[in-house]
């Protein structure tokens, strides 16, 4: 009976128990119910704007811009990865503090070059006020940041040395030979020159991240959440040469200063692709140096003078009223025409078709277009339309100016204004635009758009590359363009460019000595030219030579200003082309050729570990390593100084590494 009345009593205990569980999860669920119907009746959005969005913020992760590239693989503008270096002294341990920051304001003293009691004093008070973020320094290199990072207390890493970093990207210049003007900018607003052609190539796709509240003006990146991974831009490869790029360069430079002159361009152009070699726009700054920081070549139009001659000639070739056969008497070198004085430099007499291009004669000029154009004019102007002279030229190149020609329809069209075309006034034309026409000579009447991309690349691999592209298939009849290649060639060899002349390289070519701002009080402005190709039988290269403003105590014409910058050049240029070139031509030589035919190392990661590449040419090596599948960092051009992670260390898939060119 006992044992009986021990089980009832356990029995009821036990179920007493149950009976207050039960009614415990009851209430439970209960009051789970509540909530979430408190939660479904409870304003969301206020919650969000209250705690989370005044919190929390979705912050941009930029995308690494691709690199631009010279034809060869040299680096022109490059995007460097830079560091700011934030501290969490609220996270750092205070044992970790206490015991090393002696050592720690001494290593950044003498990086520094401040008192170490001055970061001492400031390290105390953030470390009091437990400062979650604390900018300590911004902009670090790779280098320096490698360096800071192994400081006592910082190499305990974020969350016991409260050591942030915050990566960011800074676009630079890789090269001194081609200038802000040429490779240009785009800062969201403005786009110009290289950078602003390709900019959709190579800005890459933002990530995001967030970021949480420090205080009322500081925030602090959540690495471990990253909402979206940013993808770099593609890396493109201009047509640009720098060997080119270089010899122009410094030849027209030498001759800017010569000739005290306020500024200078070239262009050289390939002929049978119309791929751009060169482009160089030098400007003289108030200090008396010459720096590429606008681009005259495609932003100003200007009356070209005689190498426009070229140009009316080769119409009137074309249409078959002259030919080798035809001559004309300028007399004294001074002609009338609707009241208008045109004259010569160059003497007077019979010349024939050739001897008016190679004394570059106004007169004889002016005769033959006006005898068959003036009483109508369009036929003369219907050349020059489809030749593309009247249009803007569609090229990648932003801020191309429209050319401006005189036409009957103008207001200020009269009866002298055909003949003014017709030896390069009245018209303003940019000069890409002429250096575009001759190259269409040199290659046969065809002429081929500008191209100043040559390939673009993603990750090792070729994604789009450049094809000649036809703009005029034939500009003239056959013998019109054999009869104006000879008429060129004659130019340099007897007439004003045959102070060029050399028997071991064929050049063609016409000079231009032109006025501007001749309506203005004060000394007379020239601007001295020479457009041409080279070798005249063979055509490989075409080039425009334009140097404005020189010294007229000096020299202003364009035989003795700009042909010998053509005549440097185009001797210099075919280097690469072995040919029998006088000594003379060759001096001054900055390239080392040996350099540009180094084999290419191939590379290899074993084991998964990191190989040497230190001492390698870094534009063969960084390809090799992001086809492996590798994200690689890189600043300077040429060969590789250090390399991070260093020879032997386990890599992944994936991992960014980090070289240091030399320079």
């Not at 090393?100 to 520094?112: C, E, H, P």
């Not at 060129?488 to 032109?514: D, H, Q, Y």
């Not at 600043?635 to 260390?649: D, S």
Request: proline share 3%; with cysteine; net charge positive.
């Amino acid at each position: 009976m006992q044992k009986q009345n021990e089980y009832d009593n356990k029995r009821k205990k036990t179920l007493r128990w149950g009976y207050l569980f039960a009614v415990g999860v009851l209430c439970v669920f209960v009051m789970f119910l509540a909530r979430i119907v408190i939660l479904q009746n409870t304003n969301v959005q206020e919650i969000k704007d209250d705690y989370i969005n005044k919190n929390y913020r979705e912050a941009t992760l930029k995308a690494a811009r691709g690199n631009l590239f010279a034809s060869d693989g040299s680096i022109l503008a490059t995007t460097v990865m830079r560091y700011d270096i934030y501290l969490d002294f609220k996270t750092m341990k205070d044992t970790i503090y206490s015991n090393n920051i002696g050592a720690l304001t001494d290593s950044l003293s003498k990086m520094f070059g401040k008192p170490r009691g001055e970061f001492r004093k400031k390290f105390d008070e953030q470390k009091k006020k437990k400062n979650q973020y604390y900018t300590l320094v911004k902009g670090l290199d790779f280098d320096q940041y490698d360096r800071i990072r192994n400081f006592p207390i910082f190499k305990k890493g974020k969350n016991k040395g409260g050591f942030i970093v915050d990566r960011n990207y800074k676009r630079e210049l890789a090269t001194s030979e081609i200038g802000s003007g040429t490779i240009g900018m785009d800062n969201g607003e403005v786009k110009a020159g290289l950078e602003g052609a390709f900019s959709k190539y190579l800005t890459g796709t933002d990530g995001k991240r967030l970021e949480q509240r420090i205080n009322s003006s500081q925030w602090k990146p959540i690495d471990y959440w990253k909402v979206k991974e940013p993808v770099d831009g593609e890396d493109v490869y201009t047509t640009l040469d720098l060997r080119i790029q270089d010899i122009a360069h410094s030849a027209l430079q030498k001759q800017l200063i010569t000739y005290e002159a306020k500024h200078g361009t070239v262009i050289v152009m390939e002929t049978q692709t119309g791929k751009v070699r060169a482009l160089v726009n030098l400007r003289r700054t108030e200090s008396g140096e010459y720096e590429d920081s606008y681009n005259y070549a495609l932003k100003d139009n200007i009356e070209p003078g005689s190498t426009f001659k070229t140009i009316s000639l080769l119409a009137a070739m074309d249409d078959g009223f002259i030919d080798e056969n035809t001559t004309v008497d300028v007399g004294n070198g001074v002609w009338t025409y609707a009241k208008q004085r045109i004259s010569d430099g160059h003497g007077g007499g019979t010349y024939d078709i050739s001897d008016v291009l190679a004394k570059s004669s106004n007169v004889g000029t002016a005769k033959l277009i006006t005898k068959y154009y003036a009483e109508k004019p369009q036929i003369f102007l219907d050349h020059l339309k489809r030749w593309k002279l009247f249009d803007k030229m569609d090229i990648e190149l932003p801020g191309i100016t429209k050319p401006k020609i005189l036409t009957p329809e103008h207001k200020r069209w009269n009866a002298a204004t055909l003949a003014s075309i017709s030896y390069g006034y009245s018209s303003n034309i940019n000069l890409l635009q002429l250096t575009t026409f001759y190259n269409g000579v040199a290659n046969g009447g065809k002429m081929l758009k500008p191209l100043f991309i040559d390939k673009i690349m993603k990750e090792g691999k070729v994604v789009y590359s450049a094809k000649p592209e036809v703009m005029v298939n034939k500009m003239a009849s056959e013998k019109a363009i054999k009869m104006m290649t000879s008429a060129l060639t004659k130019a340099v060899e007897k007439g004003t460019g045959r102070s060029i002349f050399t028997p071991n390289l064929k050049m063609a070519g016409k000079t231009g000595t032109a006025r501007f701002e001749y309506w203005l009080p004060g000394p007379m402005k020239y601007r001295a030219s020479f457009a041409g190709f080279y070798p005249a039988d063979n055509p490989k290269y075409t080039c425009y030579v334009m140097i404005s403003e020189p010294n007229t105590a000096i020299g202003f014409y364009g035989g003795a200003v700009s042909a010998p910058v053509f005549k440097e050049i185009a001797g210099k240029t075919f280097l690469k082309t072995p040919q029998n070139i006088e000594k003379e031509m060759l001096v001054d030589r900055k390239v080392n050729l040996n350099k540009m035919v180094e084999p290419n190392v191939k590379i290899a990661v074993n084991n998964k570990q990191m190989p040497s590449v230190v001492g390698l040419i870094g534009k063969n090596i960084i390809p090799q390593l992001e086809n492996l599948g590798y994200r690689v960092d890189y600043k300077g051009v040429g060969r590789i100084k250090e390399q991070f992670p260093l020879e032997g260390t386990i890599i992944s898939k994936n991992q960014r590494i980090y070289l240091s060119l030399q320079n």
